[in-house]
């Protein structure tokens, strides 16, 4: 990737971190605070997904996802924001149309996509990949258990961040451990602990 694509500007530089956040773990918190830290980014905008191709779906309400969302970039704010765009929609959510919706509607924005290691295999499979390639950035943000496909990498001109160390945090076993009323809850923020208790989700 050309250093230019990244380089301080003017132009206000914002990155984009899809997910379920069904719910917000201490992982995301982690790379909300890691992609704000290293000084590359103005912002970070949270995108809930109302439903993701490739089959994933989320488990709860999106009224819910979407509070929980705003709780986990509140401590950031204003530098993190919440976009509702992907939850507005009524069939699934592809990234070339929610990118090329943003860039429409903020044609003073430069975006980045921000990808967990874990999507890497699935990326030459997404819509229109080469023209979202041309729109923005990629930034790659190691998992455990998820390496880094180089192939991919350079195809799409990835920035893969090595430094940013990432908790090892599933939504998934984060559900299952609420289910089953496992103590070990705290791999989430305090504040969304507290939304899913007063909601009584999960249970």
């Known amino acids: 990737m050309s250093s230019n694509k990244l380089s301080k500007k003017p132009v206000p530089q914002i990155a984009l971190l899809g997910g379920g956040f069904d719910p917000p773990t201490l992982a995301h918190q982690q790379m909300v605070e890691f992609l704000?830290?290293?000084?590359?980014?103005?912002?970070?905008?949270?995108?809930?997904?109302?439903?993701?191709?490739?089959?994933?779906?989320?488990?709860?309400?999106?009224?819910?996802?979407?509070?929980?969302?705003?709780l986990l970039a509140e401590p950031f704010a204003p530098r993190a924001t919440v976009c509702e765009y992907e939850l507005r929609q009524t069939a699934k959510s592809y990234t070339i149309d929610t990118v090329n919706y943003l860039q429409t509607k903020y044609p003073e924005y430069q975006f980045s996509l921000v990808l967990g290691s874990d999507l890497l295999k699935e990326l030459p499979k997404w819509k229109d990949i080469?023209?979202?390639?041309?729109?923005l950035s990629f930034i790659c943000l190691p998992r455990v258990n998820y390496p880094v496909l180089k192939q991919v990498v350079k195809k799409y001109q990835i920035m893969v961040m090595p430094e940013a160390h990432i908790a090892d945090i599933s939504s998934t076993q984060v559900r299952l451990d609420l289910k089953q009323e496992k103590k070990n809850v705290n791999q989430i923020p305090k504040s969304i602990r507290t939304y899913i208790r007063q909601h009584s989700l999960y249970g």
């Open 36 to 70: 704000l830290a290293e000084n590359l980014f103005d912002q970070v905008w949270l995108i809930p997904y109302q439903e993701r191709a490739f089959g994933k779906q989320a488990q709860t309400a999106a009224r819910h996802r979407l509070a929980m969302a705003k």
């Open 130 to 135: 080469d023209e979202l390639a041309k729109l």
